[in-house]
């Protein structure tokens, strides 16, 4: 469906049938086509030829050294946390001591106690731009929790370990295999460094991972390791040359590659494999080049049998005689037994007009009602064949719509009309709520060209990405304004009300809430209401609920507790600043059970922070997930995800 044909329905027909093929952008090498090609005979070197037309694979070992012979400066997060955890993991390599080494101003440090340290930042003493002036401790974690500070210092600390060793960076998140999962990898190679910044109001540091870029490709999850060696070559090649543009492109910033789809996948030691590693040393200092220049080597998933050029798709920007249009049979190519081995080559969708039309009256991010669909058109097809910029018209009933791509009004709005990509995100979204429950399914559209934001201030790679989607897909909220969720403001403790009774489907109460603070007709009024009677609040005082004093994290997690039906819970150590005998006790507790809360920090839980609109979505989506969370006989609220 990334590619569709014109597709049409007569007015006596009940179906509309989708047909068309791809995953990705389509831009550059198709990482499906590359395994084809493979397969046939053709080596790494004539692949990238194909899918970059005029350029050269050469030896940059001039250059490479240039602008990563220090090594390759990776971004493990696109946050900025203010503590991070490393600690060597047994589980996958040798035991082992961090060493700690501070602008080399002081004889580096080895852990003796344990084997995990803590950056922790200190008290702010300046501001800067630029960081200098911020404050940041060391800290070992000893035997028993205590910890030990080895001093408070302005610069940049670096971070190295034993050989043979492994280090999990950040917090435990979850485990596979048997082996713990750590929110910024596994690493063996490199040395972390954690660059200390004070932007926009914002404390904490870059969390910089700085490797040989051949160890760097031993690390890139981007193409299945068991693949043939020669699409795996074209592959390392490949990602060799986006990396050093990438580098030489942020030569002055403070990192040169994200560890995700914004660039590459890094995914560290858990990615290394004999077929990755023997790509990239078997190519090393291998480039695609074109004019002199290293180019910037884009790639995806598959191209549906026609590569996209930069030309005809508005998200990369300039065009480039590089990447051009042209089909491409080998993004199809069969295995050795005939059978396809490329699931995104080709695919139909069939839904019925009634599902259609409801889908597209329903979305809310545009107005795409037409009433009942009658016929749809696609025109002005790029030679590709893509959706993505061409003319679609929808004939309806009631009226007849024109949409067409991004940006499709001439400017820069996204949800200006004629909404553009709105009608691809209309149908994927509505054929996920009908038939996978919000989940894709075999009957669902699955083209990443269809992950669609309504909020221009959420991104894909945000922790509340699909909270905020979700929530507006269940009408729990509608955002700040038309285009913004505002994931960094604060919630005041009316707009909390709002959010868990429209998450309880909006059920009315029978007595008036009696806050002499609330009055009668308000927005909040009703909301308020039903949490008194139901139990969930007790006001701030007798006769004041505070309508617009800002909920901490305390108050949301009894809220959420007694939603749940305040259910058996054990007692909780795990966070230093909930103490056994205050209100919020036991709901910290039962949070941390469920999986509902992570704390602040892997000791602290921040009680009385303000909670902000992004973290109270992740709070409602995560619990909205757990039905075993609520006390037996207690009623679910309606918009659960899971029954």
């Given at each position: 469906?990334?590619?569709?044909?014109q597709?049409?329905?007569?007015?006596?027909?009940?179906?509309?049938?989708?047909?068309?093929?791809?995953?990705g952008?389509?831009?550059?090498?198709?990482q499906?086509?590359?395994?084809?090609?493979?397969?046939?005979?053709?080596?790494?070197?004539?692949?990238?030829?194909?899918?970059?037309?005029?350029?050269?694979?050469?030896?940059?070992?001039?250059?490479?050294?240039?602008?990563?012979?220090?090594?390759?400066?990776?971004?493990?997060?696109?946050?900025?946390?203010?503590?991070?955890?490393?600690?060597?993991?047994?589980?996958?390599?040798?035991?082992?001591?961090?060493?700690?080494?501070?602008?080399?101003?002081?004889?580096?440090?080895?852990?003796?106690?344990?084997?995990?340290?803590?950056?922790?930042?200190?008290?702010?003493v300046?501001?800067?731009?630029?960081?200098?002036?911020?404050?940041?401790?060391?800290?070992?974690?000893?035997?028993?929790?205590?910890?030990?500070?080895?001093?408070?210092?302005?610069?940049?600390?670096?971070?190295?370990?034993?050989?043979?060793?492994?280090?999990?960076?950040?917090?435990?998140?979850?485990?596979?295999?048997?082996?713990?999962?750590?929110?910024?990898?596994?690493?063996?190679?490199g040395?972390?460094?954690?660059v200390?910044?004070?932007?926009?109001?914002i404390?904490?540091?870059?969390?910089?991972?700085?490797?040989?870029?051949?160890?760097?490709?031993?690390?890139?999850?981007?193409?299945?390791?068991?693949?043939?060696?020669?699409?795996?070559?074209?592959?390392?090649?490949?990602?060799?040359?986006?990396?050093?543009?990438?580098?030489?492109?942020?030569?002055t910033?403070?990192?040169?590659?994200?560890?995700?789809?914004?660039?590459?996948?890094?995914?560290?030691?858990?990615?290394k494999?004999?077929?990755?590693?023997?790509?990239?040393?078997?190519?090393?200092?291998?480039?695609?080049?074109?004019?002199?220049?290293?180019?910037?080597?884009?790639?995806?998933?598959?191209?549906?049998g026609?590569?996209?050029?930069?030309?005809?798709?508005?998200?990369f920007?300039?065009?480039?005689?590089?990447?051009?249009?042209?089909?491409?049979?080998?993004?199809?190519?069969?295995?050795?037994?005939?059978?396809?081995?490329?699931?995104?080559?080709?695919?139909?969708?069939?839904?019925?007009?009634?599902?259609?039309?409801?889908?597209?009256?329903?979305?809310?991010s545009?107005d795409?009602?037409?009433?009942?669909?009658?016929?749809?058109?696609?025109?002005?097809?790029?030679?590709?064949?893509?959706?993505?910029?061409?003319?679609?018209?929808?004939?309806?009933?009631?009226?007849?719509?024109?949409?067409?791509?991004?940006?499709?009004?001439?400017?820069?709005?996204?949800?200006?009309?004629?909404?553009?990509?709105?009608?691809?995100?209309?149908?994927?979204r509505?054929?996920?709520?009908?038939?996978?429950?919000?989940?894709?399914?075999?009957n669902?559209?699955?083209?990443s060209?269809?992950?669609?934001?309504?909020?221009?201030?959420?991104?894909?790679?945000?922790?509340?990405?699909?909270?905020?989607?979700?929530?507006?897909?269940?009408?729990?909220?509608?955002?700040?304004?038309?285009?913004?969720?505002?994931?960094?403001?604060?919630?005041?403790?009316?707009?909390?009300?709002?959010?868990v009774?429209?998450?309880?489907?909006e059920?009315?109460?029978?007595?008036?809430?009696?806050?002499?603070?609330?009055?009668?007709?308000?927005?909040?009024?009703?909301?308020?209401?039903?949490?008194?009677?139901?139990?969930?609040?007790?006001?701030?005082?007798?006769?004041?609920?505070?309508?617009?004093?800002?909920?901490?994290?305390?108050?949301?997690?009894?809220?959420?507790?007694?939603?749940?039906?305040?259910?058996?819970?054990?007692?909780?150590?795990?966070?230093?600043?909930?103490p056994?005998?205050?209100?919020?006790?036991?709901?910290?507790?039962?949070?941390?059970?469920?999986?509902?809360?992570?704390?602040?920090?892997?000791?602290?839980?921040?009680?009385?922070?303000?909670?902000t609109?992004?973290?109270?979505?992740t709070?409602?989506?995560?619990?909205?997930?757990?039905?075993?969370?609520?006390?037996?006989g207690?009623?679910?609220p309606?918009k659960?995800?899971?029954?």
């Amino acid at each position: 469906m990334a590619s569709p044909a014109q597709v049409a329905a007569q007015e006596d027909e009940t179906t509309i049938l989708f047909e068309g093929g791809g995953w990705g952008h389509g831009v550059g090498m198709s990482q499906h086509g590359a395994l084809g090609r493979a397969e046939s005979g053709v080596v790494a070197e004539d692949i990238l030829g194909f899918y970059f037309e005029g350029t050269t694979v050469e030896d940059r070992s001039d250059t490479i050294a240039e602008y990563v012979g220090e090594g390759i400066r990776v971004n493990l997060g696109q946050d900025r946390p203010d503590e991070i955890r490393i600690t060597i993991d047994e589980t996958r390599g040798a035991p082992g001591t961090l060493t700690v080494d501070i602008d080399q101003k002081n004889p580096p440090t080895e852990t003796t106690a344990s084997n995990t340290v803590y950056l922790r930042q200190g008290m702010q003493v300046g501001d800067s731009a630029d960081g200098s002036l911020d404050t940041w401790k060391w800290v070992q974690e000893l035997d028993g929790g205590s910890d030990s500070c080895y001093g408070c210092v302005d610069d940049t600390p670096v971070v190295t370990w034993s050989e043979g060793s492994v280090v999990g960076i950040g917090e435990i998140i979850g485990s596979s295999g048997g082996k713990p999962v750590f929110e910024y990898g596994t690493h063996d190679v490199g040395a972390l460094h954690f660059v200390s910044r004070d932007v926009d109001n914002i404390d904490g540091a870059f969390v910089v991972l700085v490797l040989p870029i051949d160890d760097y490709l031993h690390g890139l999850a981007e193409m299945p390791s068991s693949w043939h060696p020669e699409a795996l070559r074209a592959q390392a090649i490949a990602g060799r040359s986006y990396a050093v543009h990438r580098a030489i492109d942020r030569e002055t910033s403070d990192f040169d590659v994200y560890n995700s789809v914004q660039d590459q996948v890094y995914a560290g030691f858990d990615a290394k494999s004999e077929g990755r590693i023997a790509a990239a040393d078997s190519s090393s200092n291998l480039v695609v080049t074109a004019d002199d220049q290293i180019i910037q080597t884009f790639y995806s998933s598959s191209n549906g049998g026609y590569t996209e050029s930069t030309e005809n798709s508005s998200a990369f920007g300039t065009a480039e005689p590089w990447h051009v249009s042209k089909p491409d049979p080998f993004d199809a190519a069969p295995d050795e037994n005939g059978d396809p081995q490329n699931p995104f080559a080709f695919r139909q969708f069939e839904f019925t007009v009634e599902e259609l039309s409801r889908w597209l009256a329903e979305y809310s991010s545009a107005d795409l009602d037409v009433g009942t669909v009658v016929k749809i058109t696609v025109d002005d097809l790029p030679p590709s064949g893509r959706i993505t910029n061409a003319l679609v018209t929808i004939v309806g009933t009631n009226r007849t719509l024109e949409v067409r791509g991004f940006f499709g009004d001439g400017g820069t709005n996204l949800d200006g009309p004629p909404f553009g990509l709105r009608f691809q995100a209309a149908i994927q979204r509505g054929c996920q709520d009908d038939y996978g429950g919000g989940g894709l399914t075999s009957n669902c559209p699955s083209s990443s060209n269809f992950r669609v934001a309504r909020f221009v201030d959420i991104a894909p790679d945000d922790y509340f990405f699909d909270p905020v989607l979700w929530m507006a897909d269940e009408s729990i909220t509608q955002g700040v304004g038309p285009n913004e969720f505002g994931p960094s403001l604060q919630v005041t403790r009316s707009q909390f009300a709002a959010f868990v009774h429209r998450f309880a489907g909006e059920p009315e109460p029978v007595e008036p809430n009696g806050f002499e603070d609330v009055p009668e007709g308000t927005w909040y009024d009703v909301p308020i209401s039903w949490m008194k009677e139901n139990g969930i609040t007790t006001g701030t005082s007798p006769s004041t609920f505070s309508p617009f004093a800002p909920v901490t994290r305390g108050q949301l997690a009894t809220f959420l507790y007694r939603l749940a039906g305040e259910p058996a819970v054990e007692p909780s150590e795990q966070f230093e600043d909930v103490p056994s005998d205050q209100f919020y006790t036991d709901a910290v507790a039962w949070m941390v059970e469920f999986g509902i809360t992570t704390g602040t920090s892997a000791a602290t839980f921040s009680p009385t922070d303000a909670v902000t609109r992004g973290q109270t979505a992740t709070f409602v989506y995560r619990l909205a997930g757990i039905p075993e969370a609520f006390a037996e006989g207690t009623e679910l609220p309606t918009k659960m995800r899971v029954g």
